[in-house]
């Protein structure tokens, strides 16, 4: 890490993919551009209109920060119990001897990039309850594809999401429930909520806008120099 942080420090700037991430390199005094990154539409836009499954998805890495363990609690108490569906790296055993013990309905695979697209255009929820996060794809991913998504309540998923999701104010089960409750109790409230929020990712976050902006910074670094 302290090579890391001298490299960085000896650069004209460093992209940072959020406003949180700007913060905390300025803190070491590394100076830094506020570059996002965004969704890829090429791949996104061949999954519309697909019918949804009654099921919850969780793409992440499996790390205990991440709080998985708390979305199989959450899905315990509903009633009934929603099919989880998880995709990410990371050892399933704990997470599938907890879900055997509360008798959640779980399916761990790996996915690949259609596959992954195709589920979260499926999903009737994407839930993404992680405590820390540099630049949260998934969520912009899901609401792209106007699936509903219900996420930790932290600064880089109040910046990106803006008012498109529903948030977590606690790490309890219980309050994860109670959101996920919401969006299957009032599924073309949270549908709506999730189509507005595919536009605000197609008017801010995509691959083609990260590029442009990225043109815009070369070119005003070249400009300088």
Known sequence: VEQQMQLM??????????????????????????????????????????????????LSRLVPHKHLETLIEAVSLLRPKIPLLVSGPGDTSEYEKQAERLKVPITFCELTDTEKVQALAESMVLVHPSEYEGFSLPPLEALYLETPVVVSDIPQHRHLLANYALFLYTTEAQELADRIGMIFNNYPEAQRMAHEGSQFVKNNYTLKLASERLSNILHETIRKH
Do not use: W
């Not at 913060?23 to 999954?47: C, K, Q, W």
């Open 9 to 58: 420090s000896k650069c004209d700037f460093v992209l940072a993919p959020s406003y949180i991430t700007q913060y905390e390199l300025a803190h070491f005094r590394i100076p830094s551009v506020f570059l996002p990154a965004g969704v890829d539409t090429n791949l996104l836009d061949t999954m519309h209109r697909i019918n949804k499954k009654e099921q919850i998805m969780f």
